[in-house]
């Protein structure tokens, strides 16, 4: 599979202090990457970037064969990226439904492009029943409780038809069942042909959904591969839980 | 359904009829109030309200659709007002010179909007207020409309209060059909976006920098237009005058009292403090800003929703109570 996006060499610097010192990896097409590290490893920092709400110190984004560096979020997002955030941002004033309905006019194939997909009230249905929260159409966003949240987040995004989706920690806060209906989403999701950077602290999410892990540590890529070789590879571990003390 | 929820439902119709028809039967009112034959001073008080209700309805596009409070309308209200002046005295028809007026006026908010839409919150309404400052100052000592003595127009047609009082009127009707159309609208929609937060509107490709501008410039251009129509009134105008810090704070106040960020409330603000505002400035010369102080402190304390917010507010009450009267037989 072709590469989707490629990262050569991403620094970002806050005053001197790296929190992201020359990343470099590539994403293939349609498929799911975990992106996981201690706290404070840059994971976040890589996503605003990614998705253009931070401009990165030095080095090179390409998504689909253009180079997006520096671009802004909401040309990020007409380009086919779109992002989740940790803490879920919600359009407070307004309900469910209009929080997607900004997603679907603002988003990648708003306007013109959005013709022939039928009207858009259909379309919000549509991607209310996708992440399960439909009958919560005309509910006001502010009385929602988190798992709700988390599905009106990515409600949002997806209804501005990513190509590449970047999910900050949907699963935080969650129950067990719900953190599995998500996951179950997340497959879908990527059935449907979008690929996705996942980052969560959660390892059995990550390695029940994702086919690459990249592992971040101190601003650095730590280690690259397939979820099960990530898990048992010695720098991962220390990086997690420290190195056993000499006898 | 129950007959609770069939009241509700039925409830929610008349809601939703009364919504159009009661600005419909105000405004028709409205119409034909000068038939009253009110008097001299009654039609002033009234065309005076009417410029009201246009510039609070305008700055609430910027300040309450799209969450930027600017303490600087006086700059496009001054600008309206001098340009449609000089237009008049320059042999332009008046009704030509109120498009220029708003013309000017949004060029003018461009301008202002480029460099201070780069700050946020706080930081942007201080900057408003440092701008409008600056123009106060610069208009104070501009050689060529008169400086601080001010600029007198000429027409050289014999007044007429009513012609005056329907275009104050017609232009309180534009200013809320725009108003209603920017609301409903994707515009609109992407500027609540911006209003709620704007990072997560960017992340849904709103692009926030220029949907501001553009709600500032349709804001500015109504505020000039409203400068203009009452430049041609008052017949003299003066730096102090329209370019004052204090009527940026009343162009910021009548939304404020009415409710921001709605359809009707800047209305209704504009409604209220166009009446009272001649009286209480009559009244209490020296006071009268200390009052309005008071007020928007009772407002924010405890009806942040403004009057609107008070009238939802009885309006909840009365439903309760009388679905609470309703009992199953």
Known sequence: MAAILTLEGVSKYFAGLAALDGVSFEVREGEIVGLIGPNGAGKTTLFSIIAGSQAPTSGKITFQGRDITGVKSFRAVHAGIARTHQITKPFRSMTVRENVEVGLRFGRQSGAHSAGRGPIQNQVREILALVGIERLADMSSVTLPVGDLKRLELARTLAARPSLLLLDEVCAGLTESEMASILDLLRDIQKRGTTIIYVEHNLRAILSTCQHVVVLNFGKKLAEGPPQEMQNNPAVIEAYIGKKAEA | ?329
């Open chain 2, 1 to 329: 359904m129950t007959p609770g929820t069939q009241f509700a439902a039925a409830g929610g119709v008349v809601a939703r009829v009364l919504r159009f028809a009661v600005p419909l039967i105000l405004l028709s009112a409205l119409g034909f109030v000068p038939l009253a034959d009110l008097g001299a001073n009654a039609t002033k008080v009234l065309f005076l309200t009417c410029l009201s209700i246009g510039a609070s309805v305008a700055w609430n596009i910027l300040g309450g659709f799209t969450g930027q409070p600017s303490f600087g309308f006086a700059v496009f209200y001054g600008l309206g007002a001098y340009t449609s002046a000089l237009c008049i005295n320059g042999g332009v028809n008046p009704y030509l010179s109120y498009p220029l007026a708003a013309g000017i006026a949004a060029l003018a908010s461009l301008l202002i909007g480029l460099p201070t839409f780069r700050l946020r919150g706080p930081y942007f309404a201080i900057a408003t207020i440092g701008v409008s400052e600056a123009v106060r100052v610069v208009m104070t000592n501009l050689a060529f409309t008169g400086g601080a003595s001010g600029y007198r127009i000429t027409e050289q047609v014999p007044f007429r209060q009513l012609e005056h009082y329907y275009t104050g009127l017609a232009l309180a009707a534009l200013a809320v059909v725009i108003s209603m159309l920017v609301r409903y609208s994707r515009f609109g929609l992407g500027l609540r976006a911006i209003r709620d937060d704007q990072e997560a509107a960017a992340d849904s490709g709103v692009n926030p920098y220029v949907s501001k501008l553009a709600a500032h410039a349709v804001a500015a251009a109504l505020t000039g237009a409203t400068g203009g129509v009452y430049a041609r009134y008052a017949a003299f105008i003066s730096p102090d005058g329209v370019f004052a810090f204090q009527r940026s704070v009343a162009i910021l106040l009548m939304p404020i009292i009415g409710g921001v960020n709605t359809i009707w409330g800047p209305v209704l603000g504009g409604g209220v403090y166009g009446v009272i505002e001649e009286e209480l400035t009559a009244r209490f010369p020296e006071f009268h800003l200390l009052l309005y102080g008071a007020l928007v402190i009772l407002i924010i304390l405890f009806e942040p929703g403004g009057l609107m917010g008070l009238l939802g507010r009885m309006r909840r009450l009365v439903l309760r109570l009388r679905v609470g009267s309703w009992q199953p037989s």
